[in-house]
């Protein structure tokens, strides 16, 4: 029987996710198999090491930079929230934006004209508006605010930079902050950012990006515990013990807590049950194993490592509260450092097996990332179709 059109479409509607997958395995494969081969006269260690680390800034560069073409040449069909059932969305606002002068925009902000948008994503819209009122600018706006900072965090802290791009586009939050819910998918690329203000003790500058991320996102101002927590010492056995058990607790008092919580800040706050219990667990499990093979006097891994913590804290609540499940994307971010590096520090008896290994979660990640934009129903990512079509 010959095959629709429409059926030819939907089967080749992962290609460019499966395209960008087999393109950064190569070119790290190639970085990694010819190693220095651009810097022939490289001698002393501290030479090789620049090198190289030029080398890992090319990487992510240009896997950073595809992935950002990904999100900002899609269609208005891959994404939820660009046009929702009410006929609105983020484009219909974004005409409305930049019909608006800058001072009308100040002056019709507290009428709500702009929906529950906050005012710096809707003056973030508005400048984008005076170089291009088109709506695929926005969306390569977003990507680029959103994916930068994440490249960066792993060229700063990953051992694995190709494995933690795997890891990356796998993370729960992925398609639908970067495909539908852009606001927030903008505010966890300054929370990532923060992180490295965080870790170099940049008290001041980390309270005014996290500020400056929840005029995009008011939920990331929970994300100001993370200063305190990644800086709080604690040896494996309180990793492991402590924060399995106040885990537990947390999970276990999640709905009073969550009543107590809902008081202080949303009054008209709803219970709904989902099945979200499942990440949690599997979260907790991930805790537990990093906790288990980190090396003790590793500081980043340690802060890292808490942060993940309040992720799987925040997660508890998910299957009561879908803001909760949202409030804990913010700290998944560390995944991407946490994962390669406990590959990189194990106590593995041959240490050649390490390769495999990583090679072998990575090629796990892109099948599970595979499947995740295929079924997602907010990020609507497939079939992938360009703004041409």
């Given at each position: 029987?010959?095959?629709?059109?429409?059926?030819?479409?939907?089967?080749?509607?992962?290609?460019?996710?499966?395209?960008?997958?087999?393109?950064?395995?190569?070119?790290?494969?190639?970085?990694?198999?010819?190693?220095?081969?651009?810097?022939?006269?490289?001698?002393?260690?501290?030479?090789?090491?620049?090198?190289e680390?030029?080398?890992?800034?090319f990487?992510?560069?240009?896997?950073?930079?595809?992935?950002?073409?990904?999100?900002?040449?899609?269609?208005?069909y891959n994404?939820?929230?660009l046009?929702?059932?009410?006929?609105?969305?983020?484009f219909?606002?974004?005409?409305?934006?930049?019909?608006?002068?800058?001072?009308?925009?100040l002056?019709?902000?507290?009428?709500?004209?702009?929906?529950?948008?906050?005012?710096?994503?809707?003056?973030?819209?508005?400048?984008?508006g005076?170089?291009?009122?088109?709506?695929?600018?926005?969306?390569?706006?977003?990507?680029?605010?959103?994916?930068v900072?994440?490249?960066?965090y792993?060229?700063?802290?990953?051992?694995?930079?190709?494995?933690?791009?795997?890891?990356?586009?796998?993370?729960?939050?992925?398609?639908p902050?970067?495909?539908s819910?852009i606001?927030?998918?903008?505010?966890?690329?300054?929370?990532?950012?923060?992180?490295e203000?965080?870790?170099?003790?940049?008290?001041?500058?980390?309270?005014l990006?996290?500020l400056?991320?929840?005029?995009?996102?008011?939920s990331?101002?929970?994300v100001l515990?993370?200063?305190?927590?990644?800086?709080?010492?604690?040896?494996?056995?309180?990793?492991?013990?402590?924060?399995l058990?106040?885990?537990?607790?947390?999970?276990?008092?999640?709905?009073?807590l969550?009543?107590?919580?809902?008081?202080?800040?949303?009054?008209?706050?709803?219970?709904?049950?989902?099945?979200?219990v499942?990440?949690?667990?599997?979260?907790?499990?991930?805790?537990?194993?990093c906790v288990?093979?980190?090396?003790?006097?590793?500081?980043?891994?340690?802060g890292?490592?808490?942060?993940?913590?309040?992720?799987?804290?925040?997660?508890?609540?998910?299957?009561?509260?879908?803001m909760?499940?949202?409030?804990?994307?913010?700290?998944?971010?560390?995944l991407?450092i946490?994962?390669?590096n406990?590959i990189?520090?194990?106590?593995?008896?041959?240490?050649v097996?390490?390769?495999?290994?990583?090679?072998l979660?990575?090629?796990?990640a892109?099948?599970?990332?595979?499947?995740?934009?295929?079924t997602?129903?907010?990020?609507q990512?497939?079939?992938y179709?360009?703004?041409?079509?």
């Amino acid at each position: 029987m010959r095959r629709s059109r429409w059926n030819v479409e939907i089967e080749s509607g992962m290609v460019i996710y499966v395209l960008y997958y087999v393109t950064i395995a190569f070119l790290y494969i190639f970085i990694e198999r010819y190693k220095f081969c651009f810097y022939p006269n490289v001698e002393f260690a501290t030479d090789r090491r620049n090198s190289e680390k030029r080398q890992i800034a090319f990487f992510l560069v240009v896997a950073s930079s595809l992935l950002i073409m990904i999100l900002g040449f899609r269609s208005e069909y891959n994404g939820r929230d660009l046009h929702n059932s009410l006929g609105t969305g983020y484009f219909y606002f974004y005409d409305i934006i930049n019909e608006d002068s800058f001072l009308e925009i100040l002056q019709n902000f507290g009428k709500k004209k702009y929906a529950n948008f906050e005012i710096g994503f809707v003056l973030f819209c508005k400048f984008i508006g005076t170089l291009c009122s088109n709506h695929q600018i926005m969306l390569f706006a977003s990507a680029l605010v959103s994916v930068v900072p994440v490249g960066y965090y792993i060229y700063k802290n990953s051992k694995n930079p190709w494995l933690s791009m795997m890891v990356y586009t796998v993370l729960p939050f992925f398609g639908p902050a970067y495909f539908s819910a852009i606001r927030q998918g903008i505010a966890i690329g300054f929370v990532v950012f923060s992180y490295e203000l965080t870790k170099r003790k940049k008290l001041i500058s980390f309270i005014l990006i996290i500020l400056l991320a929840s005029t995009f996102h008011s939920s990331v101002i929970v994300v100001l515990v993370a200063y305190p927590l990644y800086h709080f010492r604690m040896d494996r056995k309180s990793l492991m013990i402590g924060g399995l058990v106040i885990l537990g607790c947390v999970f276990l008092l999640r709905i009073p807590l969550f009543i107590l919580l809902a008081r202080i800040v949303d009054e008209d706050a709803q219970m709904t049950v989902s099945s979200a219990v499942n990440l949690f667990l599997l979260l907790t499990l991930l805790y537990v194993v990093c906790v288990a093979f980190k090396k003790r006097q590793d500081d980043n891994m340690r802060g890292s490592l808490n942060l993940f913590w309040l992720a799987c804290a925040a997660q508890s609540f998910s299957g009561i509260s879908n803001m909760a499940g949202r409030v804990a994307w913010y700290f998944m971010p560390v995944l991407v450092i946490l994962i390669p590096n406990l590959i990189e520090d194990m106590q593995i008896q041959e240490k050649v097996l390490r390769k495999p290994v990583a090679w072998l979660i990575g090629i796990f990640a892109a099948m599970l990332g595979l499947y995740i934009l295929r079924t997602d129903t907010i990020a609507q990512a497939y079939p992938y179709v360009p703004f041409w079509k």
